[in-house]
Each structure stands twice: as C-alpha cells, then as structure tokens.
Nanobody, 117 residues
Framework: QVQLVESGGGLVQAGESLRLSCTAR????????MGWYRQAPGKQRELVATITSDGSTNYADSSKGRFTISRDNPQNTVYLQMNSLKPGDTAVYYC???????????WGQGTQVTVSS
C-alpha cells in the first residue's frame, strides 16, 4: 500500500505562482511514476504532468512552459511548480503514484487551487 500526502494548494491571483508537494509513504517500489492531475468543476480529470523514478517527464500541452514537475527520490516526494497561473488552472489537483511493473496506482486526496482574475 502507498499513501499520498499532498500540500501547497491555495488561492492566488492570476500571474502568481504556487508549488504543490506530494509525499508517498508506505512500501515504495524503486521503479514508479508520480504525477499530477486536475479536475475542474463539471469536467473530467486530466493530466497535468508526470515524472518517472529515473526522471523522465511528460506534460500536458496546457502545462508546458508554465509548470515544472520534479521529484526527490530519497524523500519519495514530487513537486509541481506552477507559474503564471490563469483562472483556467482553477481545479482540484490530485497526486497519483503508479507502479511501473505491477498494474497498481494510488491517488491523493486532492488539493484545491483557485486562481482569481
């Protein structure tokens, strides 16, 4: 089992920045993928960015150039630095942990990000 603890959401104005953190606890396989997804009211959950345990990253088009995902492997923590935030970025942001070998995934409880215009 893997438990995910997220932090860093909040209310900001357009153009400002936020950094989200997510720490995985429990039995952590060495090969894994951690990432961020978001869900706005009335919309489906969508990819923001992912990063593998060896550092390979993947970004949604809407995240490229503004968001940066990184991780601290010894701390089993993934970060999402979000710059130049827009009202359209308002959503609940969820952390996800996936095994790279076994078909198992875990989700965090979500953290609210609200960007006012």
């Amino acid at each position: 089992q893997v438990q995910l603890v997220e932090s860093g959401g909040g209310l900001v104005q357009a153009g400002e920045s936020l950094r989200l953190s997510c720490t995985a606890r429990g039995i952590i396989p060495s090969r894994n993928v951690m990432g961020w997804y978001r869900q706005a009211p009335g919309k489906q959950r969508e990819l923001v960015a992912t990063i593998t345990s060896d550092g390979s990253t993947n970004y949604a088009d809407s995240s490229k150039g503004r968001f940066t995902i990184s991780r601290d492997n010894p701390q089993n923590t993934v970060y999402l630095q979000m710059n130049s935030l827009k009202p359209g970025d308002t959503a609940v942001y969820y952390c996800k942990f996936s095994h790279m070998v076994l078909p198992r995934e875990y989700w965090g409880q979500g953290t609210q990000v609200t960007v006012s215009s």
